[in-house]
């Protein structure tokens, strides 16, 4: 499942333009759109992808942080769910890296 970012109309996994008015996906479902604010935001430091609780072994098996410029395009082509891939782009900020650095 895609959304529109532009119409919000839900288009299939497999449309590259959207089935209501026609722009591309590409570029424009909410998922690309969020993407592409991330990478140009400087205080997100990489990009995770967050699963649906039930989603099928080829999402789960990409549920991983990735950097910034080798974020895997979403929805998963390779998804097996009958409802489509619903993975999610979740930004890791600069602050949470540094919570996350182990005490000496
Ligand atoms: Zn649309
Ligand atoms: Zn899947
Ligand atoms: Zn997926």
Redesign the pocket.
Do not use: T
């Given at each position: 499942m895609q959304t529109c970012s532009i119409c919000n109309a839900a288009s299939p996994d497999d449309a590259s333009h959207c089935v209501n008015c026609a722009s591309d996906l590409g570029q424009f479902s909410l998922t690309a759109v969020a993407l592409k604010r991330m990478q140009e935001n400087p205080r997100v430091r990489a990009v995770r992808i967050s699963?649906a609780g039930d989603?099928c072994s080829h999402?789960y098996e990409?549920m991983k942080t990735y950097p910034k410029n080798k974020v895997p395009v979403?929805?998963?082509r390779g998804?097996s769910h009958g409802n489509g891939?619903r993975?999610m782009y979740e930004p890791v900020l600069e602050e949470t890296a540094i919570v996350g650095k182990v005490a000496e």
């Open positions: 699963i989603a999402c990409l979403l929805p998963h998804c891939c993975c």
